[in-house]
Structure formats: structure tokens, C-alpha cells
């Protein structure tokens, strides 16, 4: 099982998909989880701040439509950063991810809290990160190639706004797992990326695989 956990467009999300697809692992990318459920709440007219109305939604949360194209937008992302806070929210999404990290043969997890809380015993922990102004780029394009174009200094103050509620919240804020390898993408191809992942991977799988 490979744990994947770091910021907002480090670049995650395309390593888990590359590496489930070379290991031949499932992938669940848990923020689609979160972002489902800020946009059940906006949807209903709720408040992302209400601690008790998010974490009812997360329970009524249906985790096997998480594929609407508008999950991935940044206003899904910002909701979802939001409701994510909340310590019901977290609860009612534990077991669904800690069962789909036991799948057969092996399960690729990514988000900001696998290798810290919803699997601390990952035997392959990664932590993906790059520097805000990188991250950012980043996700200007990846906008601007969806048609909603954004200015950078827009879209940096925003990565900025969800490292900072992310990482400081108290409820599994996003952190580096003690025994997670830092792989930090800022000067490195998604190619380049993905090789260094792979080896990271590739040796604690050898651990793991021996008797
Ligand atoms: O990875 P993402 O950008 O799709 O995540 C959206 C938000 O969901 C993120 O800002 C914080 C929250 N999240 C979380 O708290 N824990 C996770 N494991 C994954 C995402």
C-alpha cells in the first residue's frame, strides 16, 4: 500500500494515477472525497463552517460518484479545504478510505493526512512537494487549459490561503509522516517525478514483499 500525502498541486495526484498504472494498483485521490462533500453542502445552500451539517453530508456521502468534472474545479477545492476542517467530517470519511487502502494486491491512497492518520503503518509513504510560485504555474495551466483562466497572483494567494488552513488546522492537518521520503518536484519534470517515485516505491516494496 502507497501512502501519498503534500500540498495543493505539488503534483500528487499525477504521480498516484502514473504509479497505480505501472504497479497496477487501484487509486483513490481522497480530496475528491472532501471536495464531494463542500459541493453537497454549497449545493444545499449550507455553510461549510457548520461543523454539524458537514459532517452529516459526509456521512450521506455516496464515495462511488466522485468522477463529475465539477469536483475539480478551485471553488470545489476551496469548499473542500473548508469543510475538510471539521473533525466529524474526517470520522465519516475514515473507513471508506482505510478499506479501499486494504484492496488487493496493493491500493495507492493520495491526500494530505495518509501517511499520518488514515494509514500510519503505509509501508510506502511519500510525501510530493514544491515550492507555492511552482505549484501555483502549475495550476494556472491546468486551469487555463480547463477555460477558466485565472491570474497567477490570484491562484498563488489562494495555494497560499489552503496550505495555510490545511496545515494549521487540529484536525489531522497536513503533514509529513516521520518515515515519509520527501520528493520535492520544484526544479523536476512530471517524468523526472515519476521515476524518482517509482524508485522510492519500488524499494519499500521490496521490503515489504520479503519474507
Ligand atoms: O487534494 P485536493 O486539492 O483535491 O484536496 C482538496 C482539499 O481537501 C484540501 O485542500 C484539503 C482536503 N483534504 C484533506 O483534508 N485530506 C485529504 N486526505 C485530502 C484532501
Redesign the pocket.
Known amino acids: 500500500m502507497v501512502a501519498i500525502d503534500g500540498p495543493?498541486a505539488s503534483g500528487k495526484g499525477v504521480l498516484a494515477a502514473a504509479l497505480g498504472q505501472a504497479l497496477g494498483f487501484p487509486v483513490l485521490?481522497?480530496?475528491?472525497l472532501?471536495?464531494a462533500v463542500g459541493r453537497a453542502v454549497t449545493l444545499a445552500g449550507g455553510d461549510p463552517g457548520d461543523a454539524e451539517l458537514c459532517a452529516r453530508a459526509a456521512e450521506a456521502l455516496d464515495p462511488t460518484g466522485l468522477d463529475a468534472p465539477d469536483l475539480r474545479t478551485a471553488a470545489a477545492?476551496d469548499a473542500?479545504?473548508r469543510v475538510?476542517a471539521h473533525p466529524g467530517v474526517r470520522r465519516a470519511l475514515l473507513d471508506f478510505q482505510r478499506a479501499f487502502a486494504a484492496r488487493e494486491p496493493g491500493a495507492i491512497l493520495d491526500?494530505?493526512?495518509?501517511g499520518t492518520a488514515i494509514v500510519p503503518a503505509a509501508p510506502a509513504k511519500l510525501y510530493v512537494t514544491a515550492s507555492p510560485e511552482v505549484r501555483a504555474e502549475r495550476r494556472r495551466l491546468q486551469l487555463a487549459e480547463r477555460g477558466e483562466a485565472a491570474p497567477f497572483a490570484d491562484i498563488l494567494a489562494d495555494i497560499e490561503a489552503?496550505d495555510r488552513r490545511?496545515g494549521e488546522r487540529a484536525a489531522s492537518p497536513m503533514r509529513a509522516a516521520p518515515d515519509a521520503v520527501l520528493l520535492d518536484t520544484s526544479k523536476m519534470s512530471m517524468e523526472d517525478a515519476f521515476v524518482a517515485a517509482r524508485r522510492i516505491v519500488e524499494a519499500a516494496r521490496a521490503r515489504w514483499e520479503s519474507p
Request: charged fraction near 35%; aromatic fraction near 6%.
Open positions: 495543493a485521490d481522497s480530496g475528491l472532501y471536495r477545492g473542500a479545504s475538510a491526500g494530505r493526512d495518509i489552503r490545511d
